[in-house]
């Protein structure tokens, strides 16, 4: 396959020659970020394995890192965070506290809450793995010139944002 073809091209002709009545246009757009989210996921993966974390467990140590000092949220700022149910949720913070990545501690403002904080062996990791995830995620955007990936990722913003409402 040529530079200028990928297997999306090779794809999608075949199913024109097949269906020349259907307009294959957003099959050329989603089946390559279709096939780019595979390469991504696996880039993803790798980083997190590297760095001894799952991928459910960079979603929460992540967004407690994002947070800044010092390090905590609430449960509930973590659901909303990582998109998935309560009863997921508390699981996931049992099995972090068991690897004694984040801790719970009492919510000074409310004695019946609390609080979930970062340990500084998960901060360690998180930090690893974010600099392993960007470098990874540079090197699959590597055959972009600044100004395109600057493009595309306002048009992908742009797509995105039907969905993030």
Do not use: C
Not at 30 to 36: E, G, K, N, P, T
Not at 89 to 99: F, S
Not at 108 to 121: F, I, M, Q
């Amino acid at each position: 396959m040529s530079a200028e073809h990928d297997e999306v091209d090779r794809i999608v002709g075949a199913w024109v020659t097949q269906r020349p009545d259907l307009d294959f246009s957003p099959l050329e757009v989603l089946s390559r970020v279709d096939r780019l989210s595979r390469h991504l996921d696996r880039a993803r993966r790798e980083a997190f394995r590297r760095s001894e974390l799952e991928p459910w467990e960079w979603d929460v140590l992540s967004a407690l890192r994002r947070a800044g000092e010092p390090y905590q949220l609430s449960p509930k700022q973590l659901l909303q965070q990582t998109l998935v149910s309560s009863g997921t949720m508390t699981n996931r913070i049992d099995r972090l506290v068991g690897r004694r990545l984040v801790r719970r501690e009492a919510d000074p403002g409310d004695g019946r809450s609390v609080l979930v904080t970062l340990t500084e062996d998960g901060r360690t990791r998180v930090d690893a793995a974010i600099t392993r995830l960007v470098d990874a995620e540079a090197h699959l955007l590597g055959v972009l010139a600044r100004a395109d990936r600057d493009r595309l990722a306002g048009l992908l913003r742009k797509l995105s944002l039907g969905f993030d409402a």
